[in-house]
């Protein structure tokens, strides 16, 4: 095929090519499912273990895909939908919508909105690249933002300093017509491994 650009390479479906991409995509996406769903059961048996209670009712969980592609019908057509940097919001689908990790993150419920194929945004997105904000952004600016919040106070987290984020309100503003916010969410103790 003549590309007018590599990057626009593209799979043509019912080839072998295409389904064997199909059948990995959908083993990681699977992948992805049971470890949020192994990390979510370690959560609440750590949290058990501290309040000592291990049968601890669990009310309501949400598991929610982002980038990621799923087959859906859309306008009357079935399609394959990439969603990248948003979530799926249905009517009624709950989701997750984060911040960074000093500022709000919500949980939301989607309005359906048919125009935006059902979805919205899965997060605040990056204002700077990883590399431009350790270049940046300095450890005590990220001491100041990450005030009252418990977090390692290393290097490996200086690329994930708020001011790296955009405006998670403004974010959720503009996404007013795609989701109904049930939570807001506060941090308290932020983890990643360096």
């Known amino acids: 095929m003549r590309l007018p650009h590599r990057d626009l390479a593209y799979l043509v ?17 699977h992948y992805a499912l049971l470890n949020r769903a192994e990390m979510m059961d370690r959560v609440v048996a750590c949290f058990g273990a501290w309040v000592g209670d ?34 799926h919001a249905g009517a009624g689908v709950p989701g997750l ?9 919500y949980v939301v419920v989607g309005k ?17 690249s990883r590399t431009r904000a350790r270049q940046t952004f300095t ?18 987290f200086l690329d994930e300093i708020p001011a790296a984020y955009k405006d998670i309100d403004q974010v959720m ?14 941090q308290v103790v932020n983890v990643k491994g360096d």
């Open 173 to 186: 503003a503009d996404a007013a017509s795609l989701v109904e916010v049930r939570h807001v969410l506060r």
């Open 97 to 105: 919508i984060p911040g960074s990790m000093g500022t709000a993150s």
């Open 139 to 156: 450890r005590e600016q990220l001491r100041e933002a990450m005030a009252g919040i418990e977090y390692r106070d290393t290097d490996a």
């Open 112 to 128: 359906g909105d048919r125009m935006s194929l059902e979805s919205a945004p899965h997060g605040a997105g990056r204002e700077y």
């Open 13 to 29: 479906e019912d080839t072998p090519e295409f389904d064997a991409y199909i059948r990995e995509m959908r083993w990681a996406q």
């Open 54 to 87: 291990d049968d601890l009712e669990r009310v309501e969980e949400i598991s929610c895909h982002h980038n990621y592609t799923e087959r859906e019908r859309h306008f009357g057509q079935d399609v394959w939908l990439s969603r990248k940097g948003a979530i």
